[in-house]
Structures are given as structure tokens and as C-alpha cells.
């Protein structure tokens, strides 16, 4: 590992500290470096606030040291004014003279604009390194532009001999089939991803809360698909704790505080259109947990980025099988006796 691929990582490093909070913006990180020690750092936090080349020339104490310093970011410093002034603007009247850059900004006001503005301004801009690390650190960000969609994830637990829930049980409420461990993990995905979305025989059955209660951070957008209005107002989807939407062909229902309905017509071009339109409200990223006819329709249409399976020590003999996954897994992680399938669909 060079010198400027060093630095690079730790900006790698600090960028996934806004993991769940920056939506929608990108995962920043940026350190400034001074005779091959570094003098600041910084990422990008939360949407709205400081960007991460900013936390990081502020955190410098000897602001006359800039001039003669190099500044590694791993995004493409924006040039236009969001909530925030462009960061390529701060980088010019700083004087600092050397910027490294991971990879180019998607975003259509950016995409080599901000580059192209150092340049002129007489930086010398080396743009590339660890191109793919960085890339791969805002996937999310990447599919949304380039895709107009969200990343989406696909995750179930199914039991050992391959059913994702019984056929009948006692209790409005999901049956586990993970243990403590692996719930805790899924509800850290949960805070991970800008949005959760589950079909209504999901909801029906386990009636979920579809929170990260087991994992204390930001609680995310909840997605309810109910092309008839099933769901009723005693399930916690419409407890209006948090932002939800929910998709329905019933027309003229009636938003309030946090709950929103949106008309959507249910044919075959269905979640294609529900991605759209998810795209639309600046959704970048999506889980999906349920049910099995709702994950294989995504499956089916080839419309998924990662899928995350649990097999747990339960054994049902019978019950709603699980979906078919049409890619083969990449990884297996042992979470004390249950076992986590993970692949990624690069198409």
C-alpha cells in the first residue's frame, strides 16, 4: 500500500462513521496531511451539516499549514450550492494545493465538475486511488444515480429444512427461527438502510413494528405494500411513530402525520414503478423482509443488489416455503449456531 492509498484509507475508515445518517447524501471521509503526518479529519455526518472536507480543514489548529498540505477526500468535493456551499470553493480559498481523490461523483451537479474547478484553480488532483474500495463504500449512492433506484437488499431467516414460517400459528406475531444474536443483527442492518419495506400478509400474520429497537440508532422509512387497504389502524405499521408509506390501488385515503399513502397501480410493472417512485422521494437504499411472495417477485425480476439468509436450528416440516434465490451465495458466516448466507447480484 502507497503513501496516498494509505491516507485514502483512513478516509475510507472515517466515512462509514455517517452509516445510516447521511441520507441523502454520500459516505465522506477527508484527512489533510502535512509533511507525512496528518493535521485533520473529518466525515460527512448527517445531511444538511457539515461535509467532510469542511470537518476536516476546520479540525486543522494551524490554519497556515493548509498551504502546503495535501487533502484526501474519497468522493469528488461538490461544486455547487446544496444546503451547504461547494467544498471545491473551500479547498480553493484554503490554498491547499494537492487533492487526492477516491472516485467521481455520480451526482449530476457534480460528476467532474468539482474536479474540473480545482484543476483551474491550479490544484494538482490526482483522482483514483483506491477507485474501487470507494466506490463499493457508497454502493447505495452509486445504484441511486446511476440506476434511479434504490439499493436494495433482500433478507429472510428460513428454518433448516427450508420453510420461512409455519403454515398456521397461535399468535399475531412472528415466529423466530434465529436466535437473539442474529434479530440484534438484523436491527442494525435496519438502522443501515434509509427504508424498510415488507407486503401486507407480512404484517397480517406478525403484525411488526418493522423498528430497530434491539439496536439503538435511527429508525427507518417503513415501505408497506397493501393493494387492498387491508391493514387496519391496531397494527403497528399505522402506530405513526415513524415515516411510513404505504402502496396501495385504493384511492382518496387520507394522509396523517406520519403516515402517507400513495396510489400505485398493481400490474405487471408494479415494483418496477414502486422503485421509481421510491427513487422520486430520494429513498437511496431499501431492505426488504418479507414475505416470501414479496421477495421472490423482486427475485424473479432480477431487482435486488445484495440478499442476506439466515438459516436458523428450527425445523417446521411444513409451512410457507422460502424463496428461491437465482444467484449462487458469495459468503457464510457462523452466528453461534446460525448460519448467514450473503450474495451480491452484479448485474
Known amino acids: 500500500m502507497n503513501t496516498n492509498e494509505f491516507y485514502m484509507q483512513r478516509c475510507i475508515q472515517l466515512a462509514k462513521n455517517g452509516l445510516g445518517t447521511t441520507y441523502s447524501n454520500p459516505l465522506v471521509g477527508s484527512v489533510i496531511v502535512y509533511n507525512n503526518k496528518i493535521i485533520g479529519e473529518g466525515w460527512h455526518q448527517k445531511a444538511g451539516e457539515a461535509h467532510a472536507e469542511v470537518n476536516a480543514i476546520n479540525a486543522v489548529k494551524d490554519k497556515t499549514l493548509l498551504s502546503k498540505s495535501t487533502i484526501y477526500v474519497s468522493l469528488e468535493p461538490c461544486s455547487h450550492f446544496g444546503k451547504t456551499p461547494p467544498c471545491c470553493d473551500l479547498i480553493i480559498s484554503h490554498k491547499i494545493p494537492n487533492v487526492v481523490i477516491g472516485t467521481i461523483d455520480p451526482f449530476a451537479k457534480v460528476a467532474g465538475n468539482g474536479i474540473k474547478r480545482l484543476i483551474e484553480a491550479g490544484k494538482k488532483v490526482t483522482v483514483g486511488v483506491l477507485e ?172 435486488w443488489d445484495e440478499a442476506r439468509v439466515f438459516i436458523g436450528n428450527a425445523e417446521f416440516k411444513t409451512g410457507i416455503k422460502a424463496p428461491i434465490l437465482n444467484k449462487p451465495f458469495n459468503k457464510t458466516y457462523s452466528i453461534i449456531g446460525d448460519k448467514l448466507n450473503y450474495s451480491r447480484n452484479y448485474d
Open 132 to 303: 474501487n474500495e470507494c466506490n463499493e463504500l457508497n454502493k447505495r449512492f452509486f445504484t441511486f444515480h446511476q440506476k434511479k433506484r434504490p439499493y436494495i437488499i433482500l433478507k429472510w431467516a428460513e428454518s433448516s429444512d427450508g420453510f420461512i414460517a409455519p403454515l398456521t400459528k397461535d399468535k399475531q406475531k412472528p415466529v423466530w427461527i434465529t436466535n437473539l444474536y442474529s434479530r440484534q443483527l438484523v436491527h442494525k442492518w435496519r438502522t443501515e438502510e434509509q427504508a424498510i419495506l415488507v407486503g401486507t400478509q407480512t404484517v397480517l400474520d406478525d403484525n411488526p413494528m418493522l423498528n430497530a429497537r434491539d439496536f439503538k440508532r435511527t429508525n427507518p422509512i417503513r415501505i408497506v405494500i397493501d393493494k387492498s387497504n387491508r391493514i387496519n389502524d391496531q397494527h403497528y405499521v399505522k402506530d405513526n411513530l415513524t415515516k411510513t408509506f404505504i402502496y396501495t390501488e385504493t384511492e382518496k385515503l387520507t394522509n396523517y402525520n406520519n403516515l402517507f399513502y400513495d396510489y400505485i397501480k398493481f400490474d405487471d410493472d408494479f415494483l418496477l414503478n414502486l422503485t421509481k417512485n421510491l427513487h422520486k422521494k430520494d429513498i437511496q437504499s431499501i431492505i426488504i423482509e418479507g414475505g416470501a411472495k414479496t421477495l421472490q417477485h423482486f427475485i424473479n425480476l432480477n431487482l
